[in-house]
């Protein structure tokens, strides 16, 4: 039992996946920072200061705070302002991970270009190649 448990945690994919999974969660904060220390401010700048994350509705009449973090002990409030900021960050995760994967996309195209390795489309099988022939044939109304 315990050689065939080492077999499935040393597998390829296994290890693979771990990897991917720390990758993921160290770009993840990586993006936060980028989102919350870059971009954030900025957009504040540009909106006269706004600050996304305390805006929120209250739901119960005895919130009086002016922050989000001290209106949810006094109350329910919905925190509209911290949705849009994570909203935000969601749009420029997937900005940045397009933008990834397109420029990894055409490096692979370069690289299968230079060594002639680039995907060929399928053969078409002799028969079907002799129906078009056919088909063609009798579009045109000649025959052979």
């Known amino acids: 039992m315990w050689n065939e448990f080492k077999q499935f945690a040393l597998r390829g994919n296994v290890v693979d996946l771990a990897i991917g999974i720390i990758i993921g969660a ?3 904060k990586i993006v936060d920072s980028l989102v919350g220390d870059v971009f954030m401010p900025i957009i504040g700048a540009v909106t006269g200061g706004l600050d996304f994350s305390n805006y929120f509705t209250a739901l119960s009449g005895n ?3 002016q922050s989000l973090e001290e209106a949810k002990k006094q109350g329910a409030v919905l925190g509209w302002g911290n949705f849009i ?6 749009l420029i995760i ?4 397009f933008l990834l994967v397109k420029g990894m ?8 270009a230079k060594t002639g390795t680039a995907e060929k489309p399928p053969e078409i099988p002799a028969d079907v ?3 078009t022939e056919i088909r063609d044939l009798l579009k045109t109304g000649r025959t052979v």
Do not use: S, Y
């Open 129 to 131: 190649k002799l129906l």
């Open 63 to 65: 919130v009086t705070a």
């Open 105 to 112: 996309n055409r490096l692979r195209r370069a690289e299968d």
């Open 94 to 97: 997937a900005w940045i991970l």
């Open 26 to 28: 160290a770009f993840g």
């Open 85 to 90: 900021t994570v909203a935000i960050n969601f």
